[in-house]
């Protein structure tokens, strides 16, 4: 009986000393919060070169803003100093690719203007009526959209007859004041 004991007990602290798995330990659910997403920060325009033959850009005055009139400005390129456009500065017949601003720190609006040869101005939007592509190219008789090829008369807006556009450009009233030019929008 001795033996039979030592057995059971040999069994079972056999049994007692094997480990047991341990349960596997659960992972902690840790929330995350939101990352608040940064403020784009509007750089400021770089300052015309003050060797060239521009006038600084005229800030809006009270009555401007009240009138709904914005600055008409263009760019020479993509880090070219931004200017203001002046009425010298197209001559009868030339166009040019210009935006706004709404207000300080707004988007630039992309505009397209035109100097008619009786010495008008027009600008018009330069969203194309099509798909809503940018026209980027712009020649003394036609603004034309590099996406689909269509293609728009300077002179009024409207598309040529072999332009998938079909509706002419927004137009906006251009306003002269102390050589510079400004767009009247709603």
Request: one cysteine or more.
């Amino acid at each position: 009986m001795a033996l039979a004991l030592t057995w059971i007990t040999g069994s079972s602290a056999f049994a007692a000393s094997k480990k047991k798995p341990s349960p596997t330990p659960k992972k902690k659910v840790v929330e995350k919060k939101p990352t608040p997403t940064p403020k784009t920060s509007v750089k400021p325009s770089p300052s015309p070169d003050p060797t060239a033959s521009e006038k600084p850009t005229p800030s809006p005055s009270a009555s401007e803003k009240q009138s709904g009139l914005s600055l008409l400005q263009y760019q020479e390129g993509d880090s070219g100093p931004v200017k203001t456009v002046g009425e010298e500065q197209l001559s009868s017949g030339e166009s040019l690719r210009a935006f706004y601003q709404v207000s300080s720190g707004s988007a630039k609006i992309p505009i397209l203007l035109h100097r008619k040869s009786t010495g008008d101005f027009l600008a018009f939007t330069a969203v194309c009526t099509h798909q809503g592509c940018i026209i980027n190219d712009v020649t003394p008789k036609t603004f034309d959209c590099a996406c689909h090829g269509s293609s728009y008369d300077s002179n009024t807006g409207v598309p040529s007859a072999l332009s998938p556009a079909k509706r002419p450009l927004t137009q906006y009233p251009v306003v002269a004041k102390n050589g510079s030019l400004f767009l009247q929008h709603a």
